[in-house]
């Protein structure tokens, strides 16, 4: 019984350490630019970056809000976005397998 309890307060102590690790990059989200896109301003990094950069969501594809396929369904993505991560304080892991698009996101 004392083993099960002590296996107990170590998983309790590991779990919160384990999910606060710095994931490559820590910072704010201070521009929700569309559905899948926004600025970070980057407080903690594991590699040398930029003070802002600017971050595409891997694997989203939300509708456009500007030019000729513009649509209500890209305005709503914006402001679901928005609503989620304006003024949020993020972990990140970047994607090192294509690094920047021809964005530079």
Not at 8 to 33: M, Q
Not at 51 to 57: A, F, M, N, S, W
Not at 76 to 101: F, P, V
Request: net charge negative; proline share 5%.
């Amino acid at each position: 019984m004392r083993l099960l309890r002590l296996i107990g307060l170590i998983a309790c102590i590991r779990i919160p350490i384990v999910a606060c690790s710095l994931d490559e990059v820590y910072g704010r989200v201070t521009h929700v630019v569309d559905g899948d896109t926004f600025d970070l301003e980057v407080q903690d990094s594991d590699r040398p970056l930029d003070d802002v950069i600017r971050v595409r969501l891997a694997d989203i594809d939300c509708p456009e809000t500007r030019g000729p396929k513009a649509c209500s369904e890209g305005k709503a993505a914006t402001d679901y976005a928005r609503s989620w991560l304006l003024n949020q304080y993020i972990y990140l892991d970047l994607d090192d397998k294509t690094g920047r698009d021809p964005y530079d996101r």
